[in-house]
């Protein structure tokens, strides 16, 4: 087979993963604190022997000892990362909508785990309990806060101290880590520290916290968008690629057929 038959196959097969990740991220565009994601490419040399011979010493002869380098590349998808870029705010109005202006994250305990989110449009429960939008606990002072019934005048102020009637509850537990790229993600809009990671959470310091305000999501639909149409049209190409080397090598093999 071709090796245009395998280079054509590893970039569609690539920008199929990238178009996937595109119309996530374009799903997404309404889901608060989302984080979009991102694809990078490298291209992966095939070398041959004369290519390592770099120095063709044409001092000795008329004409160089070596072929010049002859290399071929295919396109792989080489890493799939987390742009954790700020998104605009936006106001509600809300008393439990917060939002992080700078970095840091919310903690909510996600069953035996405790996970980490931008989105900070929280709520209380039937219990009292102050809650993510999916129901988990929101970490405050290192567990739960519950609400008392008769709360009234609820205010957060810039580090998460949260107060009712005059009285303090608690503060959001709001934490960094130290190594951004350890992060992943787990669904449901939640990250974590990848366990082999050797990053850790640590407090966060470059940070506002904003009261009746949501963080939007960071995909910027004009942006995405064009990004399909680039991804569609490049595996487009190189079904053009498969197409037409598969006709030359059916041609081949009947001109040879023929001959004999």
């Given at each position: 087979?071709?090796?245009?038959?395998?280079?054509?196959?590893?970039?569609?097969?690539?920008n199929e993963m990238r178009m996937s990740t595109t119309a996530n991220n374009l799903a997404n565009v309404n889901t608060t604190g989302y984080k979009?994601?991102?694809?990078?490419?490298?291209?992966?040399?095939?070398?041959?022997?004369?290519?390592?011979?770099?120095?063709?010493?044409?001092?000795?002869?008329?004409?160089?000892?070596?072929?010049?380098?002859?290399?071929?590349?295919?396109?792989?998808?080489?890493?799939?990362?987390?742009?954790?870029?700020?998104?605009?705010?936006?106001?509600?109005?809300?008393?439990?909508?917060?939002?992080?202006?700078?970095?840091?994250?919310?903690?909510?305990?996600?069953?035996?785990?405790?996970?980490?989110?931008?989105?900070?449009?929280?709520?209380?429960?039937?219990?009292?309990?102050?809650?993510?939008?999916?129901?988990?606990?929101?970490?405050?002072?290192?567990?739960?806060?519950?609400?008392?019934?008769?709360?009234?005048?609820?205010?957060?102020?810039?580090?998460?101290?949260?107060?009712?009637?005059?009285?303090?509850?608690?503060?959001?537990?709001?934490v960094d880590v130290d190594d951004k790229r350890a992060l992943e993600k787990v669904g449901q809009n939640f990250m974590r520290i990848r366990e082999d990671s050797g990053a850790n959470e640590i407090p966060a310091e470059n940070m506002t916290v904003e009261?009746?305000?949501?963080?939007?999501?960071?995909?910027?639909?004009?942006?995405?968008?064009?990004?399909?149409?680039?991804?569609?049209?490049?595996?487009?190409?190189?079904?053009?690629?498969?197409?037409?080397?598969?006709?030359?090598?059916?041609?081949?093999?009947?001109?040879?057929?023929?001959?004999?």
């Amino acid at each position: 087979m071709r090796d245009s038959i395998f280079s054509a196959v590893f970039g569609a097969l690539s920008n199929e993963m990238r178009m996937s990740t595109t119309a996530n991220n374009l799903a997404n565009v309404n889901t608060t604190g989302y984080k979009k994601d991102e694809c990078a490419f490298h291209d992966t040399f095939i070398r041959f022997a004369h290519d390592y011979v770099v120095d063709a010493k044409p001092y000795m002869r008329d004409k160089p000892l070596f072929p010049e380098a002859d290399l071929m590349s295919r396109v792989r998808l080489s890493d799939q990362y987390t742009d954790l870029a700020q998104g605009s705010l936006q106001e509600t109005g809300n008393p439990l909508d917060v939002a992080i202006s700078g970095d840091g994250f919310f903690k909510a305990q996600v069953g035996d785990e405790q996970q980490l989110t931008r989105a900070g449009n929280f709520s209380v429960d039937q219990n009292g309990v102050l809650v993510t939008k999916q129901g988990y606990p929101v970490m405050v002072g290192g567990g739960s806060l519950a609400i008392p019934p008769d709360a009234t005048n609820i205010s957060i102020d810039s580090a998460g101290q949260i107060s009712a009637n005059g009285a303090v509850l608690g503060q959001l537990d709001i934490v960094d880590v130290d190594d951004k790229r350890a992060l992943e993600k787990v669904g449901q809009n939640f990250m974590r520290i990848r366990e082999d990671s050797g990053a850790n959470e640590i407090p966060a310091e470059n940070m506002t916290v904003e009261q009746g305000y949501l963080e939007k999501s960071n995909v910027e639909v004009v942006t995405e968008m064009v990004k399909m149409i680039e991804t569609q049209r490049a595996f487009q190409s190189y079904q053009k690629i498969m197409t037409s080397t598969d006709q030359i090598d059916r041609r081949m093999i009947m001109t040879l057929g023929r001959s004999y």
